[in-house]
């Protein structure tokens, strides 16, 4: 073996076996450093003749390339391992908890008017507001319900402090002023719902002084009681997100509508919870109250300044509570009104809950 | 309104079957709120007879008896006074339950001797109060039949809700009118006897004629009260009224058989002639109720020269009603204005059910029937000889037309009824009507065609029906709803169009954005107590009826709930509260859309990488402000910072967020430590209120945005630390440095606060990062050093020297 190839041999074995970054850079001087032997025997072919260096050369070449290539692979093994260990000192116990944030949540009650709203949306009715306090000529007189109609009484109205001789402002009762306020600065044809608070002074399992209805009105041409079924029918089912929700109308009374209308919506008992959906009269079925509704009086059209011969229309309210309690299995109307944070995270909706057509408005 | 089945079948001639009548009352608009048959719970329940009764071995106040209830002897111990051999009495075996305590009778063992089931008492059976011994009947009760069958108990009792307009349907015969009409029966004719009055009528007048026009009556001398006969009593126990005897039955069972009410006074107790006049200030009656009423000139009563003896059509007086000992009586038929029913009703808080008759409007037509009806069944009754009637004043009875098109039943209802179905349905309650045909003819030369219509005539006992929208619906609640086809709204072509109002479309922003930074959303009450209304600055608005003291002041601030609801989830444990509403305040001149929220408690839990549990601090309820602010569309950037919180705040750590110095779109800080403690909170509480009502409203120009292109140059960054006076608020650096070079300063952002060694005593060091944008070149070094001068020169005007 020649002198070079036993140098060769050798570097490469003491490469191979050092243990560290250091002892791999002091042999990477001691070999190719400025007086190490490879560049040494490098510096022997400048003064050589060109026979001799092409004799000399290529092993001397060889030498250095593999030199080199050794060094670096080394360099890179070394440097992985010295990582390795670096990671595996860093080590930390994953299964400590991390801090998940605070879990906000949507009431259920804005969360259905919501839906509600889209629902309205795509048969084209827009949103109306009107006062919660609320004069009584709107919220009563032009309802068709003069201060001696029984119905007022019934109505279990809070009234507010007034001044002696003024007439007392009252809390509505009811969303229907704002059918009113509408009809009086709108032009038919009008096509509306109006969400929002109501109160009536009665307080027990099943009422509380402060509820919530949606208000639905539609004045045009040509509107019957047909359209309003339709309408009721088409709302619940998208609502409900089934398609067999029946219906019972009942007739029933209500001054500002006339025929008036009671809707029963039929449920089935499963696993003790009512159930939406099915025929209430077959075995095992209910009926529940959800809407009272009926062609708008002509009395009500006439107090607006329209001409009742000209329009006609339906109204219908709800209680927005209520139906947020048969969708999503509340039982308690009271727990609305606490703001119990387990409640509220346990019935409530994620931000991220927006009620689409396209994506279902329920959640 | 209750009834049973029997009572709506002397009116009503049916074949039709308890369930098909009860689902025809719902479907005409007479909805059935239950249907009770007292029989289904006594049904283990038979008529045995004791065969022997013997003393019991080991005690004195039990008997052993042997019973035959049918099925052979057995053996019964009993406790009952009148137990007794021969006794035929009401046994209910092994496996019945008692209605009055729902326990279920075992064989068991009484003091050592066995026991086969139990002899009942009326109170056990839910039939009466009568509990001093077991139930004692005829000789002749067929031993071993079902009690309720031969007691007559197995009639169903029907209660049914009755809407304001239908007063007609406050009696069983106006009922079954209905369930005729609607082709469940036929309709029997009413029979009323003829009165053979001896001497004259009662000596009763009208003097308010306004609140009682009219007032009937005859006398009926010689009675005797006593016991109504068993039909009466049975029929008027069922409905849940108690027989309290002959004279006073009758006048109920009228009530509620023909919705026409009575009044029966002692005719002995009568010192005068009987007024109806409008009572006096400080009257008293005491009323059948056992309570005192003071009338006053608002009401109507019924008086004679010593007393008020009835409010009128409410309630009669104690004094002079029925008693066993009555031997005349004067039956009175009147008719009450119903607004002044109403009226009296409300102002005395008085409810009973001839005020629900009258001030609903009875039958004006029927009050010389009514009182005929009356005057015979108290001469069939208790005997005794009656006058002749007394008609004092006229009943407003008034014919009342409406013209009709049957073809408005299609235009309103949508549903098509044939002429003569409506003409049918419409006759068989009562209607008249009267058809005239098409007529064609000349008005003033000109030819006028006038279509065919029906004059349809109003029953007396229909003041409800005044229009032709009226006779729609009673043709569409007789042929049924589900009979009205359902049609489709007319739907505008293409896709649904947005509906949401802009001031919606802001507080559903808010809320989602409330609840994805982890507030839960509360729905507290509109309504506040007076004290914590107080501790706010006070309410404009109160309640004049609350439910309750603490719901009577309409909020000015959605705090108080919040707080409230803060404090029930602290006292049910919780460690964290995130609170928001979004909800109105009340002021005396608009109602003010607004979001609050409230953090108490901890803001972090203790943890592994934090260490002690940390509190809330003004700047997290700021950091909640700015991003409901922008979830809402504030121009958040242009907000001017000011102090000036209300004082629900700590004075020192809260502030306000304005656009401009007046318009206050949000206040914010920590809680006032003594409005916290005043609702019962530890800690930092903080809180903050966000005005939408106050937020401008985004001008929408279409969907095109500005045009926008990256700057070609890289940004530059530069840092200067001032020493400026403590007071001096940083914001208003921020603001100053940000003035000093409009063109090339693009943000200022304030990264340290520090006072302490190496700053002077009542000075501190702000710190700022300023970012400048180049144009289209790099800024040369000049043209930094003149930002830089004009920076610190900015700095200056405020106090600021540039940190060395």
């Keep these: 073996m020649s002198e070079i190839a036993n140098l060769k041999a050798g570097l490469i074995a003491d490469i191979a076996a050092a243990d560290t970054l250091e002892a791999l850079e002091a042999l990477r001087v001691g070999a190719m450093g400025k007086n190490g032997v490879v560049t040494g025997l490098l510096k022997t072919l400048g003064p050589m003749s060109p026979e001799d260096r092409l004799e000399k050369g290529p092993p001397i070449q060889d030498l250095r390339e593999s030199v080199a290539a050794a060094l670096a692979t080394r360099k890179a093994a070394l440097e992985q391992a010295a990582l390795d260990a670096q990671l595996a000192a860093e080590k930390i116990d994953m299964t400590l908890p991390a801090d998940p944030g605070p879990q906000g949540s949507v009431h259920p009650v804005s969360q259905v008017m919501d839906e509600l709203a889209e629902i309205f949306a795509d048969l084209g009715f827009s949103v109306a507001t009107g006062p919660e306090i609320e004069d009584q000529w709107h919220n009563f007189t032009a309802l068709n319900m003069p201060e001696t109609h029984p119905a007022r009484a019934m109505h279990d109205t809070f009234y507010l402090s007034a001044e002696d001789g003024a007439e007392p402002k009252v809390l509505r009762t009811h969303t229907s002023p704002v059918q009113i306020r509408t009809m009086m600065n709108q032009e038919p044809p009008i096509r509306i719902i109006a969400p929002g608070r109501v109160y009536r002074s009665d307080s027990d399992a099943t009422h509380t002084p402060m509820f919530h209805q949606i208000e639905g009105l539609v004045i045009d041409k040509g509107i019957t009681l047909g359209h309003l079924k339709w309408t009721l029918e088409t709302f619940l089912k998208a609502f409900f997100e089934r398609d067999d929700i029946v219906l019972r109308l009942r007739p029933s009374y209500f001054p500002f509508t006339e025929p008036s209308v009671e809707v029963d919506v039929g449920y089935m008992l499963t696993n003790g919870q009512r159930v939406i959906g099915g025929d209430g009269d077959a075995p095992g079925g209910g009926w529940l109250e959800v809407l009272g509704s009926g062609m708008v009086n002509r009395r009500v059209i006439e107090a607006c300044g329209l001409d009742p011969d000209e329009w006609q229309g339906f109204a219908f309210g709800t209680g927005v509570d209520r139906l947020a309690m048969l969708k999503y299995g509340m039982n308690d109307l009271r727990a609305f009104f606490d703001g119990d944070l387990r409640w509220l995270r346990h019935y409530g909706f994620s931000a991220l809950d927006v009620p689409t057509l396209s994506g279902g408005v329920g959640a | ?804």
């Design chain 2, 1 to 804: 309104m209750k009834f049973t089945l029997s009572w709506l079948k002397t009116h009503l001639n049916t074949d039709a079957d308890l369930s098909t009548i009860l689902k025809g009352l719902t479907n005409i608009g007479l909805e059935v709120e239950g249907v009770e048959s007292p029989a289904e719970k006594l049904g283990a329940f038979r008529i045995a007879r004791v065969l022997t009764a013997d003393p019991h071995p080991q005690a004195d106040k039990l008997q052993v008896l042997t019973v035959d209830a049918g099925d052979g002897p057995l053996q019964v111990v009993c406790g009952a006074p009148n137990a007794r051999a021969g006794l035929i009495g009401v046994f209910g075996a092994e496996g019945a339950v008692v209605p009055v305590n729902g326990m279920v009778l075992k064989k068991t063992a009484i003091r050592g001797v066995e026991s086969n089931g139990m002899m009942c008492s009326f109170r056990e059976l839910e039939l009466g109060e009568d509990h001093d011994g077991i139930i004692d009947l005829d000789p002749q009760a067929p031993v071993g039949q079902v009690y309720a069958q031969w007691a007559g108990l197995d009639d169903p009792v029907i209660d049914v809700s009755i809407t304001p307009n239908r007063q007609d349907c406050m009696g069983v015969r106006g009922i079954a009118r209905d369930l005729a009409a609607a082709g469940l029966g036929t309709l029997n004719a009413i029979i009323v006897p003829e009165i053979n009055g001896a001497g004259p009528g009662p000596d009763v007048r009208v003097d308010d004629a306004d609140g009682c026009p009219a007032f009937f009556a005859r006398t009926v001398k010689g009675v005797t009260n006593g016991q109504s006969p068993e039909w009466m009593a049975r029929r008027l126990k069922a409905i849940g009224q108690k027989p309290i005897s002959t004279l006073v039955d009758i006048t109920n069972y009228l009530m509620i058989d023909l919705g026409r009410p009575l009044h029966v006074y002692d005719l002995d107790v009568l010192k005068g002639p009987l007024v109806a006049r409008k009572g006096r200030a400080g009257e008293e009656v005491l009323a059948l109720n056992g309570k005192t009423y003071t009338v006053d000139d608002t009401m109507t009563v019924i008086a004679d020269d010593a007393a008020v003896h009835d409010i009128g059509g409410i309630m009669g007086g104690e004094h002079s009603g029925a008693q066993d000992s009555t031997t005349g009586v004067l039956i009175e038929c009147a008719y009450f204005t119903p607004e002044r029913i109403a009226m009296t009703g409300q102002k005395l808080a008085l409810t009973s059910d001839a005020r629900g008759r009258f001030e609903r409007g009875v039958d004006p037509a029927f009050l010389d029937d009514g009182l005929s009806i009356a005057t015979d069944l108290v001469v069939k009754l208790c005997g005794g000889t009656p006058s002749e009637a007394t008609r004092a004043g006229e009943p407003p009875v008034a014919a009342n037309t409406v013209r009709y098109d049957p073809s408005q039943c299609l235009s309103l209802a949508g549903v098509y009824v044939g002429d003569d179905e409506q003409k049918r349905i419409l006759q068989s309650l009562g209607f008249g009507i009267e058809e005239h045909d098409a007529t064609f003819d000349y008005q003033d030369g000109v030819p006028v065609t006038t279509p065919a219509y029906w004059t349809v005539s109003v029953p007396s006992w229909r003041r409800d029906v005044d229009g032709w929208p009226d006779l729609v619906e009673e043709v569409v609640r007789i042929v049924g709803l589900d009979q009205v086809p359902s049609t489709p709204l007319p739907r505008t072509p293409g896709v649904a169009k947005a509906t949401a109002t802009v001031e919606q479309l802001m507080e559903r922003r808010v809320r989602r954005t409330a609840a994805a930074r982890g507030l839960s959303e509360a729905i507290n009450w509109s309504f506040i107590s007076e004290k914590e209304a107080a501790s706010i600055g006070g309410g404009d608005w109160a309640l004049a009826n609350p439910i309750s003291e603490d719901l009577k002041v309409m909020r000015p601030s959605l705090l108080p709930g919040l707080l409230s609801a803060s404090r029930r989830n602290v006292d049910r444990g919780a460690s964290s509260v995130w609170l928001f509403e979004l909800g109105r305040r009340y002021f005396a001149d608009r109602e003010r859309a607004t979001a609050s929220f409230v953090l108490a408690g901890e803001k972090l839990p203790r943890g592994w990488q934090t260490g002690k549990a940390q509190a809330f601090t003004a700047f997290d309820a700021k950091s909640e402000v700015v991003a409901l602010l922008a979830a809402a569309g504030a121009p958040v950037g242009n907000l001017q910072s000011f102090g000036e919180a209300s004082a629900a705040y700590h004075p020192g750590q809260s502030g306000t967020l304005r656009l401009g110095p007046k318009t206050v779109l949000a206040e914010f800080g920590v809680l006032h430590p003594s409005l916290a403690k005043q609702f019962g909170l530890t800690g930092t509480v903080v809180a903050g209120e966000i005005f939408l009502d106050a937020i401008p409203a985004k001008r929408r120009n279409g969907f095109m945005r500005a045009p926008y292109a990256p700057p070609a140059l890289q940004a530059v960054k530069r840092d200067f630390a001032f020493v400026v006076d403590e007071a001096l608020e940083a914001d208003a650096l921020v603001r100053a440095v940000r003035g000093a070079d409009k063109k090339s300063i693009v943000d200022v952002r304030l990264f340290d606060v520090f006072a302490g060694p190496g700053v002077e005593e009542s000075k501190k060091s702000l710190a700022i990062e300023v970012t400048l944008q180049p144009g289209d070149k790099s800024f040369s070094q000049e043209e930094l050093d003149a930002i830089s001068a004009s920076i610190v020169k900015a700095a200056e005007k405020l106090g600021g020297v540039l940190r060395g």
